[in-house]
C-alpha cells in the first residue's frame, strides 16, 4: 500500500544553516511527489513536486528536492534557512485509484529555526 | 493570488450535534477534496468530489459525513452527529484537474473540537 515517512518530528535549525528534511514513500508505481508547507494559520502551500524527468527539482522559496528511486527518497533541502521558514512541512505521494488523484500524506515535521 | 477559503476557522460543538464545515474554492476549479489531521496524526484523504458527485471516499467518510456543493461557490461538509473522534482539522482543497501530478491548493483549514 502506498505510505509517506518522515522520520523527523521536529528539527530545529539555527538562522542561515543548511537543512535537509527526509522523507521515505513506498508506492507501487512511478510516484508522483509533493512537499507542501504550512505556516500558522495558512493552508498548505505547494512547496514543488516531482514525477519525471531531473531527479533534483528546485521548488519556490530556495527550496530543492532530490528523489532517489533506490532509496525510495524525496528529501527537501535549503542552503541557508530563513527565520521566516518555520513551518510545518509535510511530504506526500499523489495516488491514482478512481482516475482521480488523491495525496497520501506523512506526518509532518516542523521545523523550528533559532537566531 | 486566488486562494481556497474555509469558514469557521475553529469550530466547537457538542457529541451528536450537527456541523457544516464551509469551504469556497477558487472560482474556475472542478475539482474538490477534504482531508482531515488529527492532532498529531497525518493529513488523510477523506473524499473528492467533481461534477456534484463523490469520485472517491475514504472508510473514515461514513454515513455521518456528506459533502455538497449548493450553489456555485460553496462547497461544504457536513457531519450529521459528530463523535468526540471527529475532532481534528479538516483542510478543504481544490483543483483544475484531477489527474496524477495536478496540484491541490488548500484552504488554511477549519479546527472542530467535539466535547
Known amino acids: 500500500a502506498q505510505s509517506v515517512t518522515q522520520p523527523d518530528i521536529h528539527i530545529t535549525v539555527s538562522e542561515g544553516a543548511s537543512l535537509e528534511l527526509r522523507c521515505n514513500y513506498s508506492?507501487?508505481?512511478?510516484?508522483?511527489l509533493f512537499w507542501y508547507v504550512q505556516s500558522p494559520g495558512q493552508g498548505l502551500q505547494l512547496l514543488l513536486k516531482?514525477?519525471?524527468?531531473?531527479?533534483l527539482v528546485q521548488g519556490i522559496k530556495g527550496f530543492e528536492a532530490e528523489f532517489k528511486r533506490s532509496q525510495s527518497s524525496f528529501n527537501l533541502r535549503k542552503p541557508s534557512v530563513h527565520w521566516s521558514d518555520a513551518a510545518e512541512y509535510f511530504c506526500?505521494?499523489?495516488?491514482?485509484?478512481?482516475?482521480?488523484?488523491?495525496?497520501?500524506f506523512g506526518t509532518g515535521t516542523r521545523l523550528l529555526v533559532s537566531p | 493570488e486566488p486562494e481556497v477559503t474555509q469558514t469557521p476557522s475553529h469550530q466547537v460543538t457538542q457529541m451528536g450535534q450537527e456541523v457544516i464545515l464551509r469551504c469556497v474554492p477558487i472560482?474556475?476549479?472542478?475539482?474538490f477534496y477534504w482531508y482531515r489531521q488529527i492532532l498529531g496524526q497525518k493529513v488523510e484523504f477523506l473524499v473528492s468530489?467533481?461534477?456534484?458527485?463523490?469520485?472517491?471516499k475514504s472508510e473514515i467518510f461514513d454515513d455521518q459525513f456528506s459533502v455538497e456543493r449548493p450553489d456555485g461557490s460553496n462547497f461544504t461538509l457536513k457531519i450529521r452527529s459528530t463523535k468526540l473522534e471527529d475532532s481534528a482539522m479538516y483542510f478543504c482543497?481544490?483543483?483544475?484537474?484531477?489527474?496524477?501530478?495536478?496540484?491541490?491548493?488548500f484552504g488554511p483549514g477549519t479546527r472542530l473540537t467535539v466535547t
Open positions: 482543497a481544490s483543483s483544475e484537474d484531477a489527474g496524477q501530478g495536478s496540484e491541490q491548493y
Open positions: 508506492y507501487g508505481a512511478t510516484p508522483y
Open positions: 516531482y514525477f519525471s524527468g531531473d531527479t
Open positions: 506526500a505521494v499523489g495516488f491514482m485509484n478512481t482516475g482521480f488523484q488523491k495525496l497520501v
Open positions: 472560482s474556475n476549479h472542478l475539482y
Open positions: 468530489f467533481y461534477n456534484n458527485e463523490i469520485s472517491e
